[in-house]
């Protein structure tokens, strides 16, 4: 039986100046490391503080729809000790392929998969597709897709014992921290959704093209990305922390489990434990979603036994 749903209905949108102008901007180039063979290429992310959630006035201007404002308030200011890092880039097929390998561990079928009709955006269900076999073509360079939160989990679990640091997946601050690099607009490059395509992979004109969507700017950036579905993993220019696809690509699991609002979250960066927890904090946006998705501060709902095609991961250690 397929299954489908309404894009509001599958991620529940909860809810920084432009590139080389933000604080970050001046900084050495970040520290690059790998702690062995098959870990992922890290980046060592300057501590702080920050503010975390949207401003006034930005899901306004944004077009957020009435029902999901303020999922992103009120502003915290929080700070991220010094010594953490986080992986380059989402985790890759072939990274999690080396995981499964090595550890027997076996990521169930099925998964959410973006389907097109006239204008609308939705998702269904399909039973036959895993993450070896999402629904379009991939390399191993690309991000791993249709895992689900454990999956994720499971991975970081398996670096920390290959490696004897402490992996883990990232809180949904410590992500936002990464993914602003100091900036405060909506989006890490600055407030344009025109000008996505240099940073990310996005609903773009390629996507618009490829499956007959609506062109409106409420709908689709109006660039070109060259990618209709995933890229490549670093396939665009990072931000000032040298982390490549924080936004767009695809979306990626944190820790914490699902609040309402930033109402009550820990001010010292780590993951609340506490709320739904059934379901998971997802932060990014995809190659897939609409322009208000792909923002800094913006907080979205995934099930966390569910299963995304727009959905993968990255870790982050800590010192």
């Given at each position: 039986?397929?299954?489908?749903r309404?894009?509001p209905?599958?991620?529940?949108?909860?809810?920084?100046?432009?590139p080389?102008?933000?604080?970050?901007?001046?900084?050495?180039?970040?520290?690059r490391?790998?702690?062995?063979?098959?870990?992922?290429?890290?980046?060592?992310?300057?501590g702080?503080?920050f503010?975390?959630?949207?401003?006034?006035?930005?899901?306004?201007?944004?077009?957020?729809?009435?029902?999901?404002?303020?999922r992103?308030e009120?502003?915290?200011?929080?700070?991220?000790?010094?010594?953490?890092a986080?992986?380059?880039?989402a985790?890759?097929?072939?990274?999690?392929?080396?995981?499964?390998?090595e550890t027997?561990?076996?990521?169930g079928s099925g998964c959410?998969?973006?389907?097109?009709?006239?204008a609308?955006?939705?998702?269904?269900?399909?039973?036959?597709?895993?993450?070896?076999n999402?629904?379009?073509?991939q390399?191993?360079?690309?991000?791993?897709v249709?895992?689900?939160?454990?999956?994720?989990?499971?991975?970081?679990?398996?670096?920390?014992?290959l490696?004897?640091r402490?992996?883990?997946?990232?809180?949904?601050?410590e992500?936002?921290?990464?993914?602003?690099?100091?900036?405060t607009?909506?989006?890490?490059w600055?407030?344009?959704?025109?000008?996505?395509?240099?940073?990310?992979n996005?609903?773009?004109?390629?996507?618009a093209?490829?499956?007959?969507?609506?062109?409106?700017?409420?709908?689709?950036?109006?660039?070109?990305d060259?990618?209709?579905?995933?890229?490549?993993?670093?396939?665009?220019?990072?931000?000032?922390f040298g982390?490549h696809?924080?936004?767009?690509?695809?979306?990626?699991?944190?820790?914490?489990?699902?609040?309402?609002?930033?109402?009550?979250?820990?001010?010292?960066?780590?993951?609340?434990?506490?709320?739904?927890c059934?379901?998971?904090?997802?932060?990014?946006?995809?190659w897939?979603?609409?322009?208000w998705?792909?923002?800094s501060?913006?907080?979205?709902?995934g099930?966390?036994?569910?299963?995304?095609?727009?959905?993968?991961?990255?870790v982050?250690?800590?010192?």
């Amino acid at each position: 039986m397929i299954l489908r749903r309404f894009l509001p209905a599958l991620l529940l949108g909860l809810s920084l100046a432009a590139p080389g102008t933000g604080p970050a901007a001046a900084q050495t180039p970040p520290a690059r490391f790998r702690d062995c063979p098959a870990c992922p290429d890290m980046i060592a992310l300057p501590g702080g503080v920050f503010t975390m959630g949207v401003p006034p006035g930005e899901e306004e201007r944004e077009g957020v729809p009435l029902a999901l404002r303020g999922r992103a308030e009120p502003q915290r200011r929080v700070r991220i000790a010094p010594g953490l890092a986080m992986s380059r880039t989402a985790i890759t097929r072939g990274q999690f392929a080396a995981f499964v390998a090595e550890t027997g561990h076996t990521p169930g079928s099925g998964c959410w998969a973006f389907v097109n009709s006239g204008a609308t955006y939705e998702y269904e269900m399909r039973a036959g597709l895993s993450w070896r076999n999402p629904g379009f073509e991939q390399t191993d360079e690309h991000p791993v897709v249709c895992i689900a939160w454990s999956d994720a989990a499971a991975y970081a679990a398996w670096l920390a014992r290959l490696s004897g640091r402490p992996y883990r997946l990232p809180s949904e601050a410590e992500w936002e921290f990464a993914a602003r690099a100091g900036s405060t607009t909506a989006r890490f490059w600055g407030e344009s959704t025109a000008a996505a395509c240099e940073f990310a992979n996005v609903a773009d004109l390629t996507l618009a093209n490829r499956l007959n969507l609506d062109r409106r700017p409420q709908f689709t950036h109006r660039c070109t990305d060259g990618h209709a579905f995933t890229a490549p993993v670093g396939s665009f220019r990072p931000n000032a922390f040298g982390l490549h696809d924080m936004l767009g690509n695809v979306w990626q699991w944190t820790a914490d489990c699902l609040n309402p609002s930033l109402d009550g979250l820990p001010l010292d960066g780590s993951a609340r434990e506490s709320g739904d927890c059934e379901s998971r904090v997802l932060r990014g946006g995809s190659w897939s979603h609409l322009p208000w998705y792909v923002r800094s501060g913006n907080r979205v709902r995934g099930i966390a036994a569910d299963r995304f095609a727009t959905v993968g991961f990255r870790v982050v250690r800590d010192r």
